[in-house]
């Protein structure tokens, strides 16, 4: 497979995530993105952008969440 993307360190926290092992302040940053209405979830965006814009495209993108976890697999 060539230009095989890297797995970044909030790919990895997500993955974590999604089995209830990540860290405290993440997991508790991650809950309240995913409960946040429009105008708070552009505010935590703007304030944490590489920790959520995994969660964003894990949230909004069709076959994000697969292809990550191949990723993941492979790395």
């Known amino acids: 497979m060539a ?9 990895r926290e997500l ?4 089995r209830g092992t990540a860290g405290g302040f993440y997991t508790k940053l991650v809950d309240a993105f995913m409960h ?11 304030a944490f952008p590489e920790e959520l814009g995994p969660v964003k ?10 292809g990550l976890q191949e990723r ?4």
Do not use: H, P, Q
């Open 57 to 66: 495209k894990y949230r909004d993108e069709a076959g994000y969440w697969e």
């Open 3 to 11: 230009d095989k993307k890297e797995v970044t360190r909030w790919e």
């Open 15 to 18: 993955f974590f995530y999604t």
């Open 72 to 75: 993941i697999k492979g790395s």
């Open 36 to 46: 946040a209405d429009g105008v708070n979830t552009a505010r935590l965006l703007t």
